[in-house]
């Protein structure tokens, strides 16, 4: 079997488990499927993420993962009524409807979890 092949899951590093837990399961709503010493492994539709605890945390300045959704704004507002706050980044060609970007057919739009992992939801388009 090939990497070409095989799945690939998103990983995330976080400070507190506990926070991280509440964040992932409770606000964004995934599928706890397992969890150990090591961290836990959440089920998004036929992907995972796995969040570990580590002491470099939030230090990344780019995207950790992104979610292909239905309606961008419509995620968006469903997760900002559940205390999630949404950034905007200047982007070359990229206009915004107030939290979402848009450019051409992709829409865009970008969060953190409690540690300042960049995280987004797009429409899948390019």
Do not use: C
Not at 47 to 56: A, E, G
Not at 91 to 106: K, S
Request: zero cysteines; a negative charge; charged letters at 20%.
């Amino acid at each position: 079997m090939t990497l070409a092949d095989s799945e690939v899951a998103a990983t995330v590093a976080v400070k507190d488990m506990a926070v991280a837990k509440e964040f992932y399961g409770t606000v964004l709503g995934l599928k706890l499927q397992k969890e150990s010493p090591a961290g836990a492994t959440y089920g998004s539709g036929a992907s995972t993420l796995f969040v570990y605890p580590s002491q470099f945390a939030g230090t990344n300045k780019a995207t950790y993962a992104g979610w292909h959704v239905d309606d961008v704004a419509a995620e968006v507002e469903g997760l900002k009524s559940k205390g999630v706050n949404f950034q905007q980044f200047d982007l070359p060609g990229a206009t915004w409807e107030g939290d979402v970007a848009v450019m051409g057919a992709l829409r865009g739009a970008w969060f953190t979890d409690p540690d300042g992992n960049i995280l987004a939801l797009d429409n899948g388009q390019e």
